[in-house]
């Protein structure tokens, strides 16, 4: 098995595979209304709807990144503010969710496991993730929205 096929198992568990931790995040957001995804139970901390579009700018930075190698913050910001919280709102935040990642995972796919050593951006910079690897990027993007999904499943727990 291909270094590639790994790293591609594990973000398609992470999303909406037999995740090894627990339920993967599109299965923890499934069933979540409008409503309570807009609420914010905990004074000062981001609502599930805020942490799906968190996710999904993440992930479209990545796939960015991955399509012209250049660096920047996500297009629609670090955090979005959720201006409408209707049920139809939510429901293409979802889709979106869903199609970025798809779209991320088609590009992963078509990576050989020699891409993963080419560094993106120049000198290293924490705050854009430069002068890292593929290999890295590809890790983070996991990493990335298992953290939020963790923050999801507790949230909506309350």
Do not use: C
Request: glycine fraction near 8%; hydrophobic fraction near 45%; proline fraction near 4%.
């Amino acid at each position: 098995m291909s270094e590639i096929s790994r790293i591609l198992d594990q973000f398609r568990r992470a999303f909406n595979g037999d995740a090894w931790h627990g339920e993967p995040v599109l299965q923890i957001v499934n069933g979540i209304s409008a409503h309570k995804a807009f609420q914010h139970p905990i004074p000062g901390a981001h609502s599930i709807w805020e942490i799906v579009l968190h996710i999904t700018a993440w992930e479209g930075e990545a796939l960015r990144r991955l399509q012209t190698g250049i660096l920047q913050m996500p297009e629609e910001g670090d955090w979005s503010v959720v201006e409408d919280p209707s049920v139809e709102a939510w429901a293409k935040t979802l889709e979106r969710f869903i199609l970025v990642h798809n779209m991320l995972d088609a590009a992963i796919a078509s990576l050989s496991d020699g891409d993963l050593l080419r560094t993106l951006g120049g000198p290293r910079k924490r705050e854009l993730g430069s002068g890292v690897s593929i290999y890295v990027l590809l890790h983070g993007i996991i990493q990335h929205s298992l953290y939020h999904a963790g923050q999801i499943a507790l949230l909506k727990k309350m």
